[in-house]
């Protein structure tokens, strides 16, 4: 991106207030602060107050801003957008159009990414996935004895690799846990985590 392009965006920016990143040459604002490990593709922006730190990745056209922190290593691309006070750590990916805002925070091996939203104080962690909805608060999430259990768009389930709509898994829910030979007290035990995220959205 060139100073020209950035001005179209940011018209009072100058040599003087922003500067290329020397790893990916990505623009950073003076008053953002990007350590030298870290990697900001030529597209991407770092700005306001925002930090990225050790081995992170910042790329495509990707912006970080406000008070937000990126760290470990953790990845943000595509039109993904950081801000507020929000943070993403460790092996997080952060993609697409999705945006992380507020105090949200996104760490672990988690993934956000489509259009999801994260705001308030809502977490995603673990090898959680969300990639659709507005997200006030945190997705259900469960470890589970043998699969993790989340929410990665509402009304929709996903169980290990297997991604269903709610009536779905109530529909074939038994049928894939006899598949990949789960015991009945196990299934049981995913029967659980199935209603209680019905129960739990009749109050959302």
């Avoid at 922190?69 to 460790?90: M, N, P, R, T, W």
């Avoid at 990916?93 to 091996?109: I, P, Q």
């Avoid at 074939?172 to 196990?186: C, H, M, N, P, T």
Wanted: proline share 3%.
């Amino acid at each position: 991106m060139t100073l020209k392009e950035l001005q179209e965006r940011f018209p009072d920016a100058t040599e003087e207030t922003w500067h290329h990143h020397p790893n990916g040459d990505g623009w950073v604002q003076n008053t953002a602060l990007v350590s030298d490990t870290a990697y900001i593709g030529p597209d991407a922006m770092v700005y306001d107050y925002a930090q990225v730190h050790d081995n992170s990745i910042v790329r495509n056209d990707a912006k970080v801003f406000g008070g937000a922190l990126v760290s470990d290593s953790a990845q943000i691309y595509g039109h993904a957008e950081i801000h507020g006070s929000a943070k993403v750590c460790q092996y997080a990916k952060v993609f697409g159009h999705a945006e992380v805002c507020d105090t949200a925070y996104v760490y672990g091996n988690a993934m956000v990414y489509g259009t999801a939203i994260l705001r308030g104080n809502a977490k995603v962690h673990s090898d959680a996935v969300v990639y659709e909805g507005s997200w006030g608060g945190s997705p259900l999430y469960i470890q589970g004895s043998s699969y993790s259990f989340c929410i990665p768009a509402p009304g929709w389930i996903k169980i290990g690799c297997r991604v269903l709509s709610v009536e779905d898994w109530l529909e074939k829910g038994e049928e894939i846990a006899r598949d990949y030979r789960l015991s009945a007290e196990k299934i049981e035990e995913y029967r659980k985590y199935v209603n209680l995220y019905i129960e739990l959205s009749k109050s959302q």
